[in-house]
Structures are given as C-alpha cells and as structure tokens.
C-alpha cells in the first residue's frame, strides 16, 4: 500500500524519536522518511524529503521549536507542522508561528495517530489536555496575528456554539432526529429552536469546549441525512426575520457562536459570521 502521510521526526532525545517511529510504522498510510535531533538537520532534511508531517519538540538547544517552525514554513509552505511537547503554555506562540497541531507528549498513540490524518486533511488540532489559561491566550491571539494561514480557523476564535440554519422543508420529527444525531456526534446540547416548519429553522448548541469551525463542519458533513453544509446559505442569503428572532432572545453569556447552514435530504441545512 502505498504510504500517503511522509513524516519528519524532530527531537533532541533519540528515544523519543526512535519510540514515536516504533508506533507510526504500523499505521499503514504513514511512513517516518527522517529523524532530526536539531534545527540544523531539521532543515536540510525538509528539503531533501519534502514530508506532510513534521513532528516537533519545543525545548531543543540552539533554534527551538517556535523558530524553527518559523523557518521551516518559510523553507517549505507545504509542509503542516505538529508540536509534541511536555508544556502547554506555548501553544498560541506555536500557531503563530505556523504550527497547525498541538499535542502533548502523554497523547496515546490513537490520539497522535487521529491527529496526524486531520492536520494531512487540512485540519487545525489541538490537544484535549491543553489548559483553559492556554486556550483562552491562543483564542484572543490567533484571530489577529495569524493571517496568512491557509487554514480557515486563523481567521477567528474557536466556536463555542453553533447556530445551524436548516431551510425548508423539514418536519418537526426530522429535526428533532437531526438535533439528537448531532448532540451525540458532537457531544453537544441544544440551548434553543427558533422558526417554523414552513420556513427556516435555527437551532443553537452548545459544545463541550472551543473547537475549529473546520472540524464541525467535516463531522457534520459526514452525517448521511445532510445533504449540504457550508457557512454560507444555498440560496445566498438567509431569513432576515429569521436573525432577528434568534438576536431579540437574551444570552446568558458571551460564548462565541458561529451561524452554518444546513441542508438535509429532503429537507435543508448550511456558516455565517
């Protein structure tokens, strides 16, 4: 089979270089093409071998892992950069700095392994174990400083609700199936349903914890009754009315909500700002 993921592993410690080549041969779309202990190697090795997937440390003597994402960016675009560190408080310095992964280094092998296909898909991810303190600098840092991106979720703070929009037609049991599939998908909990089942529905969830709009969009996409989802309505515009019924119900708080639009077979749902 052929190995679609070519990955670089970048640390100072050879044992965790040797033990993180130990588990990623047996995935069988993976292939570690090169080890590098410092930035030096790491650099000449990118452009020798052109990986996906650059596995980095942070702590490393002479360039860290911040600068050296920094330069290997610059050296290769293409290439998608993973931190795999013991310290969380550098993720919204690592993303800065082009880094489109954040992992801690407990992350079971099912966790590194599911993180390196979303970030090859073109997903931003980032560890369950990061700190709130660390998550909040990253939200209030990215969206200003991290333009550029290819990736979509350094454009703005991560969601934490989402507002689907599902046109007509679509009965009350439809929905009400939909909106358990997705509390269950996405673990999510239903705050509240404006509209009618003649016209557009909007309906707010609240998720576990801040998550990128992309990897909604890819979980909710994959579900086998949406038929379209994006962040902008089918037919180029939604309900005016619509908006201003759900803005006109007071919130609770200031959690940050993203608006997509869906449509369902037989029925409709699709983002908006």
Do not use: C
């Not at 270089?17 to 590098?36: C, F, I, N, P, Y």
């Amino acid at each position: 089979m052929k190995k679609d993921i070519r990955i670089l592993l970048v640390d100072d410690h050879q044992v965790v270089r040797e033990g993180l080549q130990h588990m990623l041969k047996q995935e069988e779309d993976m292939e570690v093409v090169g080890q590098s202990a410092n930035g030096f190697e790491a650099l000449s090795q990118v452009e020798v071998l052109s990986p996906n997937i650059v596995l980095m440390d942070i702590k490393m003597p002479g360039v860290d892992g911040i600068e050296l994402t920094r330069q290997l960016k610059e050296k290769l675009p293409s290439s998608n950069v993973i931190m795999l560190t013991l310290y969380d408080e550098y993720l919204a310095e690592a993303i800065e700095a082009g880094a489109v992964g954040y992992l801690l280094k407990d992350a079971k092998r099912a966790e590194l392994t599911q993180a390196i296909r979303q970030v090859h898909r073109g997903e931003v991810v980032i560890s369950e174990s990061i700190t709130a303190n660390s998550r909040i600098e990253y939200e209030e840092r990215f969206g200003k400083k991290a333009k550029g991106s290819r990736l979509q979720e350094h454009d703005s703070p991560m969601p934490e609700e989402v507002q689907m929009v599902i046109p007509p037609p679509a009965d009350a049991n439809q929905l009400i199936r939909f909106v358990s599939r997705v509390e269950e998908m996405l673990q999510s909990r239903m705050l509240q349903m404006v509209g009618s089942w003649r016209g557009d529905t909007a309906i707010t969830i609240a998720l576990p914890k801040p998550t990128p709009l992309a990897n909604i969009l890819n979980e909710l996409g994959e579900m086998p009754e949406v038929e379209t989802i994006g962040e902008e309505p089918l037919t180029g515009k939604g309900d005016p009315s619509l908006f201003k019924k759900v803005a006109a119900i007071p919130r609770l708080n200031t959690r940050i909500r993203k608006t997509i639009f869906i449509t369902l077979k037989n029925g409709k749902t699709r983002e908006q700002n």
